[in-house]
């Protein structure tokens, strides 16, 4: 695990980022599975933020010198 972020808009959901470039969701309430994972970045994914006014809005940074914008549905 490189990051984590918690969702502000929904306090059960969580982003976990992993060094192989991918970014996990999961849901505390859910601890079988994984809401979903994205092949983010073609190197590790050192940050994740969630948009405080934006539900489901997220940014990530990598190693790979790039920062996303990522809207999930929901």
Same mark, same amino acid.
């Given at each position: 695990i490189e990051s984590v972020a918690w969702n502000p808009h929904e306090p059960h959901i969580f982003l976990a980022s992993t060094e192989d470039g991918r970014i996990h969701a999961h849901d505390i309430r859910q601890t079988d599975k994984r809401l979903f994972s994205i092949p %983010?970045?073609?190197?590790?994914?050192?940050?994740? %933020?969630?948009?405080?006014?934006?539900?489901?809005?997220?940014?990530?940074?990598?190693?790979d010198k790039t920062a996303k914008l990522w809207a999930v549905q929901g």
């Open positions: %983010a970045h073609s190197k590790e994914v050192t940050g994740l %933020a969630f948009n405080p006014q934006v539900p489901n809005l997220f940014l990530s940074t990598s190693t």
